[in-house]
């Protein structure tokens, strides 16, 4: 029998320990401001930039919300992101992507002050990841590998494959799994044999962006497997990179979308928001 690996449940675990923490740094008279920054009114992004203001209202963290025009320029965008990088009382900056087309992500992603950068999408913290150095890490790949620990999946000597190579996911969650001892093989669009591939990890991750791309005959018999893919079927509901019903017989522990990975992204986000105060 497989493990369904609880995301709700473990989100929530880490909100909790989070909430003590910021009652503990208010005791002592800190206090944690994140400024929310959404650029047009795309019902996906003000959904999610809702659950992050609902998170730190949970937590005890104040938000800041910016509600800009669709037609706001790069130019004052990045003049409002200068603004909170200099305002003492602000910790946290995280401007919700994706952002309209005329205003380059990059630009505005590397404005963001380094010590601010609560997404972790600075170069300045990637740079620290992959020579393991302190910084904010990608708030999904850092939350798998919390998904991971608290299900008592050893990652030390596995062999961790990851389908994806984007900067948001693939590639952070590959490193972090090197930092906990894995062995990584990472695949991507080019990668040649993937099934052959996948069929040795002990534990694979799927985001690859694509509908139920992973079935059984990518999956060796009691991998652990973790679906970071979100999408909208055609009865217009949720599921994953991963076809649940057919591979999660095969596996050790999986985990499900909903209710898996991406609960566990904002209480990460949260985590990197205390963080930058302690
Ligand atoms: P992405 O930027 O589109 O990257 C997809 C990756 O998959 C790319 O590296 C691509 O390779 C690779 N790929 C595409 N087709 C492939 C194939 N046939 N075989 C092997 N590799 C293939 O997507 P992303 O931003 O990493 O996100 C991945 C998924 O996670 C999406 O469904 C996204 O919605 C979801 N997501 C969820 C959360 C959450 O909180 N749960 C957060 C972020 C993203 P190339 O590099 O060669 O093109």
Known sequence: MYQ???????S???KDELKEKVTALKAEGKSICLAVIQVGSDPASSVYVGNKKKACAYIGIESLAYELPEETTQEELLALVRKLNGDSKV??????LPLPKHI???????????EKDVDGFNEKNVGALCVGSKGFVS?????IIQLLKRSG????GKHCVVIGRSNIVGKPMSLLLLRENGTVTICHSRTQNLKEITKQADILIAA??????VDETFVKEGAAVID??????????????VDFEKVAPHTSAITPVPGGVGPMTIAMLMYNCVSSVE
């Open 228 to 241: 970071v893919g979100i999408h909208r079927n055609e009865n217009n509901k949720l599921c994953g990179d």
């Open 104 to 114: 380059d992500e990059n630009a505005v992603i590397q404005t963001i002050s380094p």
């Open 139 to 143: 708030c999904t790949p850092l939350g």
């Open 208 to 213: 690859v962006g694509k509908p139920k791309f």
């Open 12 to 14: 929530q675990e880490i």
């Open 4 to 10: 369904i690996i609880d995301g709700k449940k473990i």
């Open 153 to 156: 999946i050893e990652i030390s």
């Open 91 to 96: 910790n946290g900056i995280l401007v919700q």
